[in-house]
């Protein structure tokens, strides 16, 4: 019996010192054009070693290794070994990846799901992603079935139950059965997070809610959605963060700016880019100005006027 007893609190004991060596949240940085990855505090976690990374979701990230991504733990360990050209984050347990210049979809194994046969496509949310066929956009399901036709010039991600879509000119949203739900009337749109959306009126962004209400004024010159609470926007020539009454909780003054993810936010001023905190505190400040690369990848991963 003393056995077992030791035995069991031996495990445990491994059990609680495995899960505090892997942290909650990761953040890519680069420094000098290698990408790795921090925790919360700036601490980092996976020493900066591949040509080009996705950053984490759902426990996974996308890395380049020899000129083949694959996806690594937190630990820093391949799970999928290198093998596409491309490979965007995991969603809804999927990740599209490329391979002779054609996108498909695997799952968390590394198993290939959905053959290789789109041109364009994006990642699966609610259960659809957007995906191109010929000249025109349809939603297709996890069997790679089209479960809204292809009929569309421009669409955005289903997020919420709800797509932002293009019809003439104006933007409005579908639902899933392909109909409109918020009538065309926006000069552009971007997707739902946390209940809200952004969209254009008069070459201004605001927010509106689930019923086509604008819920925060169109304001901005520039915006991304919310994430953790917060909404990132450009007024008066500098970025700032934003509640959901629309009232400043960071105020603008940041060159540079993206969406919180979990607790941090990548923030330039200058040439000097850095994470901050929900407070707007520097938590980590990279060691090189030359990170254009990974402003690019933030800006391909949050573009959310679509």
């Known amino acids: 019996m003393k056995k077992i007893v030791f035995v069991s609190i031996l495990a445990a004991t491994f059990f609680i010192i495995g899960c505090a060596r892997t942290p909650k949240e990761l953040y890519t940085i680069v420094v000098s054009s290698n990408f790795g990855f921090i925790d919360e505090t700036g601490k980092v976690r996976i020493e900066p070693q591949y040509s080009a990374a996705t950053g984490f979701n759902e426990g996974l990230a996308g890395v380049q290794s020899q000129y083949r991504y694959g996806y690594i733990n937190k630990r820093g360990k391949f799970v999928i070994k290198p093998r596409f050209q ?5 969603s809804d347990g999927m990740a599209a990846v490329l391979k002779n210049n054609v996108i498909g979809f695997i799952n968390r194994k590394g198993n290939l799901v959905i053959n290789h046969k789109y041109q ?5 949310s609610d259960g659809l992603a957007c995906a191109r066929w010929g000249n025109r956009f349809g939603f297709i399901d996890k069997t790679g079935n089209f479960a809204i036709p292809v009929r569309f010039e421009v669409m955005g991600a289903f997020s919420e139950g709800l797509s932002a879509m293009r019809s003439g000119n104006k933007w409005g ?11 065309t009337q926006f000069e552009n749109a971007g997707r739902f997070s946390e209940g809200l959306a952004a969209v254009q009126l008069n070459g201004k962004w605001g927010f509106i809610d689930k019923e086509g209400n604008i819920v925060i004024q169109p304001k901005f010159s520039k915006i991304f959605r919310f994430t953790h609470g917060l909404a990132c926007v450009e007024y008066e020539g500098g970025w700032g963060y934003i509640n959901k009454e629309g009232n400043f909780a960071i105020r603008p003054g940041f060159q540079t700016a993206f969406p919180f993810e979990g607790t941090l936010a990548l923030a330039s001023n200058g040439d000097k880019p850095f994470y901050i905190n929900q407070e707007g505190n520097v938590v980590y400040e990279f060691p090189f100005s030359n990170v254009e690369n990974l402003f690019r990848l933030k800006t391909n991963e949050f573009d959310e006027y679509r």
């Open 120 to 124: 364009t496509a994006g990642n699966f």
């Open 173 to 183: 949203y579908i639902d899933k059965s392909g109909h409109f739900i918020i009538e």
């Open 86 to 90: 491309m490979a965007h984050k995991f």
